[in-house]
């Protein structure tokens, strides 16, 4: 079975950083696209990074551009989230999911929190 298991989230001050783990089983992260998603309260979840497979092409979207960047440690497969200059707009709860074998996300973790004031 596949699992996703995501650590790192905290409470911090604006302007902090904070780096989320994910730590994935049951599938092999270099193969499959791995994204972090996050969901503020009472808001929609959205699409934040995604890490490709092959050369690690990333992205992230415009909310967090030059601030977060995703990376991934296949010989530990773990992807990371690194977050700086955090403000309290970031503040939500952290997922991380990855596509395997669909053209969607569709294996999730379980999700870590952040707070920033």
């Known amino acids: 079975d596949v699992q996703l298991v995501e650590s790192g989230g905290d409470s911090v001050q604006a302007g902090g950083s904070l780096r989320l783990s994910c730590a994935a089983s049951?599938?092999?992260?270099?193969?499959?696209?791995m994204g972090w998603f996050r969901q503020p309260p009472g808001k929609a979840r959205e699409g934040i990074a995604t890490?490709?497979?092959?050369?690690?092409?990333?992205y992230c979207a415009d909310s967090v551009k030059g601030r977060f960047t995703i990376s991934r440690d296949n010989a530990k497969n773990t992807v990371y989230l690194q977050m700086n200059s955090l403000v309290s707009e970031d503040t939500a709860l952290y997922y991380c999911?990855?596509?395997?074998?669909?053209?969607?996300?569709?294996?999730w973790g379980q999700g870590t929190q952040v707070t920033v004031s």
């Open positions: 890490i490709f497979t092959g050369g690690g092409n990333t």
């Open positions: 049951g599938v092999t992260i270099s193969r499959y696209c």
């Open positions: 999911a990855t596509s395997v074998l669909s053209g969607a996300f569709n294996y």
